[in-house]
């Protein structure tokens, strides 16, 4: 079964600190896809990225970055020179590959990002 | 282009009450997934539906229904509502096309509390 583990429940951290969540996965599918998703007070979960497992290449995307190591079955999130608009919970989430199984995503639990001014 | 609406936002029912909670994809968009949020359970995958096929389906008990018309607009239905079904209910909307993974876009949800 697929499962997906983001230890930190709750950071909080002054604005312009660098800031990184963690996640870890499990699966026995040898192709499956890794997300990101934001989630603000409002509610509704923002997409943020979408790793394919044959891609392990870092993503930089402005002061978002991603690390999918394989080999400790880890997708991480950098976030460099927090912003207060940054707090929300952070959501980690898995899916099968194909068109059918990549709309059921299994998540983590959340880590609740609060950057203090 | 509007996105994933869902309605209502908010709503209170009692045990043993049911409840209908709409979706309306983004434009183009035939594939409509739902989630459960709670806080003890986090985020669940409740069922998926395509051109008005239910395709996936999660680990809920039959209480827990939906379809989708051929607009693509999606309903789920709780039935003999327990205290345990309060919850926050996502619907998700995403374009399938070959190639494409379908991205999920989220709606706002609706915030079901069950007394």
């Known amino acids: 079964a697929q499962k997906v583990t983001q230890a930190q429940t709750e950071i909080s951290v002054v604005e312009k600190e660098d800031v990184t969540l963690d996640c870890v996965y499990e699966?026995?599918?040898?192709?499956?896809?890794l997300f990101w998703y934001k989630q603000p007070p409002s509610g509704e979960l923002v997409f943020l990225i979408r790793?394919?497992?044959?891609?392990?290449q870092n993503e930089i995307s402005g002061r978002y970055s991603w690390n999918f190591q394989k080999s400790t079955s880890s997708f991480n999130f950098t976030i460099t020179a927090s912003q207060v608009v940054d707090s929300a919970v952070y959501f980690c989430a898995l899916s099968e590959a194909g068109i059918q199984g990549a709309q059921k995503l299994v998540f983590g639990q959340g880590t609740r990002l609060t950057i203090n001014p | 282009k509007a996105g994933v609406t869902q309605t209502p936002r908010y709503l209170i029912k009692t045990r043993g009450q049911q409840v209908t909670l709409s979706c309306s994809p983004i434009s183009g968009h035939r594939s409509v997934s739902w989630y459960q949020q709670t806080p003890g359970q986090g985020l669940q995958f409740l069922f998926e539906y395509f051109s008005e096929t239910q395709r996936n389906k999660g680990n809920f008990p039959g209480r827990f229904s939906g379809r989708q018309f051929s607009n693509s607009r999606s309903e789920m239905n709780v039935s003999t509502l327990e205290l345990g079904d309060s919850a926050l209910y996502l619907c998700?909307?995403?374009?399938?096309?070959?190639?494409?993974?379908?991205?999920?876009?989220f709606g706002e949800g609706s915030r079901l509390t069950v007394l």
């Open positions: 699966t026995r599918d040898t192709t499956y896809y």
């Open positions: 998700a909307s995403s374009l399938l096309l070959a190639g494409n993974t379908g991205e999920l876009f």
């Open positions: 790793r394919n497992s044959f891609d392990e």
